[in-house]
């Protein structure tokens, strides 16, 4: 049956794929709208499953925080190319699935994906884009931090962000120090709040590397556990948050800085997500 460009021009609208793609469903599908619909998810899924194994090192990073700022949702969506991070169709699906993350709580990606959207699930309407644009796309995390005050940061390309629970806000406005340890977390990647925070597991290595070191060194047997514990104490001064020196100010380590903007000022703890690690 001949097939009109109105005809062509609703399926696109109700589903976003290409002109060429509802031409064909509906050739196929003898004009009806439901069969064409499915025809175009299939697509997609064939299109998803033939690029399963390809990696999704670009994307963009959503984030929601409620309006009380106690609550704080982020979710990255990656894709392959920057240039598909960039599209619209991209960023609305993006912030779709935040709005109901945030409205949700969701435990997993997982469970995140069979939350509805509209008709579809958020993993069906992530298939029927990836038919449409022809590269995988995938939630690539998913974060939901709680407490007294949430800052939320979201790093330049919008590939990364931060999110910091904040404790002792009471007295003070104390967004702007917020950020400011947000971006301190983006640039320093540290691993934990404070040193109690630190793995058992990074620990002990960081403990075994010392002592192979001061062996190597040749230095006496009786000072090797010394020796490591020295080093155990400069990677807690390098790699915890509290512990850092502040790059706004290598004077203080953060913790003193966030004590000197409102007594009692301190990180609970915080989140650090990234599209492209």
């Known amino acids: 049956m001949a097939i009109t460009a109105q005809e ?5 609208q109700m589903t976003g794929a290409g002109m060429m793609d509802c031409k064909k469903a509906l050739v196929e599908s003898d004009g009806d709208f439901d069969k ?22 670009e994307g963009s990073v959503f984030v929601q925080t409620n309006d009380d700022e106690t609550i ?4 990255g969506l990656g894709c392959e190319t920057d240039f598909v991070a960039k599209n619209e169709d991209f960023k609305n699906l993006g912030n779709e699935i935040l709005k109901i993350a ?3 709580h969701p435990g997993s990606v997982d469970e995140l994906k069979t939350l509805k959207n509209g008709d579809l699930t958020i993993g069906e309407k992530i298939t029927e884009l990836v038919g449409k644009i022809g590269e995988k796309i995938d ?3 998913l974060e939901i931090l709680e407490g007294e005050k949430v800052v939320p940061y979201i790093h330049a390309g919008s590939k990364l962000s931060v999110l910091v629970a904040l404790k002792g806000t009471e007295g003070t406005d104390v967004a702007a120090a917020g950020r400011d340890v947000a971006m301190q977390i983006a ?5 934990a709040v404070d040193k109690d925070g630190v793995d058992t597991a990074i620990v002990e290595k960081e403990l075994k590397i010392g002592r192979e070191q001061a062996i190597a060194e040749g230095k006496p047997e009786h000072i090797i556990d010394k020796i490591a514990e020295g080093k155990l104490n400069k990677f807690y001064k390098e790699n915890t948050l509290l512990n850092q020196a502040f790059v706004k100010d290598n004077s203080m380590t953060v913790g003193k800085y ?17 599209v492209n690690q």
């Open 72 to 75: 704080s949702v982020v979710v």
């Open 102 to 104: 945030a409205d949700a």
């Open 8 to 12: 062509v021009n609703k399926l696109r």
């Open 187 to 191: 640039a320093m990647r540290p691993v």
């Open 258 to 274: 966030l004590d000197s903007v409102n007594k009692g000022l301190t990180v609970e703890t915080f989140k650090r997500v990234s």
């Open 36 to 57: 064409a619909i499915e025809i175009l998810r299939k697509k997609g899924q064939k299109v998803s499953e033939k690029r399963a194994g390809r990696q999704t090192n």
């Open 139 to 141: 939630i690539v995390a």
